[in-house]
C-alpha cells in the first residue's frame, strides 16, 4: 500500500519541476524579446544610414532577385508534384538551359555587334518568328 504523504510529496515535485522549467523558459522568451527589440531598434537607424549610401539600383535588383527565387521556388514544388522530380535535378536543368542560353548570345554578340537579346527588343522576336527559328 502507498503511503499518501510520500505520494503527495513526488507529486510536489514533480510539479515543482514543471514550474520551474516554464519559468525558465518565460525568461529566455522575456530575454530573446529584448534583444530582438533591441537590434531592430539599431537597425532603424543602420536603414536609414544605409539608404544615403547604397545605389539606387540596389531595390530594384533585390525586388527582382527574390521574384526570380520565389518564381524558381514554385516551379520546383509544381515540378516535383507533378512530376516526382527531384529539386537538384530541377534546379540543374535550369541551370543548364541558363548556361546555353547566356552561350548562345554571348557567340552572336561576337559575330554581329548589332544583335540585341529577345528581352531587349520584341522586334527581334517577329524577326526570329518570321525566319522560322
Keep these: ?76 514544388k509544381l515540378l516535383g508534384y507533378v512530376f516526382h522530380a527531384g529539386p537538384l535535378y530541377t534546379f540543374a536543368v535550369f541551370g543548364l538551359i541558363y548556361s546555353v542560353q547566356a552561350t548562345y548570345y554571348k557567340y552572336r554578340l561576337s559575330v554581329d555587334q548589332a544583335t540585341k537579346s529577345p528581352s531587349a527588343d520584341a522586334s527581334v522576336i517577329e524577326m526570329a518568328i518570321q525566319k522560322g527559328c
Design 1 to 76: 500500500m502507498v503511503d499518501p504523504i510520500t505520494n503527495r510529496a513526488s507529486t510536489v515535485g514533480w510539479l515543482n519541476a514543471i514550474s520551474r522549467r516554464v519559468r525558465e523558459r518565460e525568461i529566455q522568451r522575456q530575454m530573446l524579446y529584448n534583444q530582438v527589440r533591441k537590434v531592430s531598434v539599431r537597425h532603424i537607424h543602420l536603414g536609414n544610414f544605409l539608404a544615403d549610401r547604397l545605389p539606387t539600383l540596389l531595390p530594384e535588383f533585390l525586388k527582382m532577385l527574390m521574384g526570380s527565387l520565389l518564381a524558381f521556388w514554385i516551379i520546383g
